[in-house]
């Protein structure tokens, strides 16, 4: 209790050090009114008990983690005890088994994990997206990301074709235009990159325009060559 007392202590502050930070930041002659400093003690005291409560919940699932695996440890060390040698030596064998299994298992994971970001970047897809289409094997994951695919080239086209409505789509080789290398335009065989596509079509959508153009000469339906 002592320790865990002195954690919650040094959380608080840490909290009170920060938002000394800040108002420093802003400005020596930075003051507050008895509301705002009330507002300000209210908001660090509710940070304080949220972190304090996270921190406590973790370390009692900690203790009780460790409480377990001592009563396994003594349970096993008393069956073992009971054991002729042959047993015993048995009995070790598989408890070496079962830890180079999930070792394994968890290499496994971690080898599949790095395929599907690969697969995801391969697709010019973030990464933030792996939680979302990583499936218990490569063929599940790939189905995903087709999946996946097909929905953003959809939504993508749709937004294409609502940009593109009523203009005319400006020549690659118009004059007013900028010309993007290739591998920069995402929308290019080369360069194709959903995620680029859909910035661009949110922040700069004359620039989108004219890269769609470029990379599509002959018209404007951007899927994927």
Known sequence: ??????????????????TEQQSQEQGSEVTF???QQE???????EKVAKERAKAEAEAQKKQQQAEKDKQDAVKKAEERAKMSADERAKAEQKDREEALTKKMAELERQTHEFQTKNMLLD?????????????????ETSQRLDLLNQYVDKKIQE???????????????????S???????????QG?????????????????QQMIAQANPQGFYIGRN
């Open 159 to 177: 937004a294409t074709e609502k940009l593109m409505a009523g203009k005319k789509a400006p020549s690659a080789g118009n004059s007013g235009s």
């Open 39 to 45: 507002a300000i003690n209210k908001m660090i005291a």
């Open 1 to 18: 209790m002592n320790n865990q007392q002195e954690e919650n202590n040094q959380q608080q502050q840490s909290v009170e050090k920060q």
């Open 179 to 189: 010309v993007v290398a290739t591998g920069d335009n995402p929308w290019s065989k």
């Open 123 to 139: 697709k010019g897809i973030s990464t933030d997206l792996l939680p979302l289409v990583m499936g218990a094997n490569d063929d």
């Open 192 to 208: 194709w990159n959903l995620t680029k596509q859909q910035q661009l079509l949110t922040t700069n959508p004359e620039e989108a």
């Open 33 to 35: 009114t008895d509301d």
